[in-house]
Antibody, heavy 117, light 108 residues
């Protein structure tokens, strides 16, 4: 069955960096676009970034553009999110989600990122 | 940017009752609208895609309708496990995505 497992979250100081990973299994990872979506504590869902199945097209929310970088390694079935210049408002649970061409049909369980001094 | 506005913010109903949740878009999204359910501590789960199609494994008591700017998620007879937060999502400008702010469905 499809599984998406995020890791890499933790506590980081403002201005710091963190790299999230999402290990995928149960489907042909290299055939599907992927996204990162985040959710601040007690808040709604916010789309963060997209990467095409081959890694050649990437899009970002304005709130993270220039600070976050999405990437993937199809040989390792893994999605990444490099987060630099972190701010308090980046504090959230970060989910990776599989794009089935219509919507997000599978989500990981999420990893918590806390930006605090 | 297309803004999705969900109403009501909170809906209080009893098991067995019918729930009607609304999602309004600031401009037409055609039928490119999905609904997700999220329970505390869990990831969202896809319920409805393309406005009216149930995702795999979703019970028939969940239905979606609408097109253009006005959409509705209906739960015909609430089960205890249906009390959760529901989000609508549009993909007209795919791959950039926007979500509504959510409707909390709580037990009365």
């Amino acid at each position: 069955q499809v599984q998406l497992v995020e890791s890499g979250g933790g506590v980081v100081q403002p201005g710091g960096s963190l790299r999230l990973s999402c290990a995928a299994s149960g489907f042909i990872f290299s055939s599907y676009a992927m996204h990162w979506v985040r959710q601040a504590p007690g808040k709604g869902l916010e789309w963060v970034a997209f990467i095409r199945y081959d890694g050649n097209n990437k899009y970002y929310a304005d709130s993270v553009k220039g600070r976050f970088t999405i990437s993937r390694d199809n040989s390792k079935n893994t999605l990444y999110l490099q987060m630099n210049s972190l701010r308090a408002e980046d504090t959230a649970v970060y989910y990776c989600a599989k794009d089935d061409g219509d919507d997000f049909d599978y989500w990981g369980q999420g990893t918590l990122v806390t930006v605090s001094s | 940017e297309i803004v999705l506005t969900q109403s009501p913010a909170t809906l209080s109903l009893s098991p067995g009752e019918r729930a009607t949740l609304s999602c309004r878009a600031s401009q037409s999204v055609s039928s490119y609208l999905a609904w997700y359910q999220q329970k505390p501590g869990q990831a969202p789960r896809l319920l409805i895609y393309d406005a009216s199609n149930r995702a795999t494994g979703i019970p028939a008591r969940f239905s979606g309708s609408g097109s253009g700017t006005d959409f509705t998620l209906t739960i015909s007879s609430l089960e205890p496990e249906d009390f959760a937060v529901y989000y609508c999502q549009q993909r007209t400008n795919w791959p950039t995505i926007t979500f509504g702010q959510g409707t909390r469905l709580e037990i009365k």
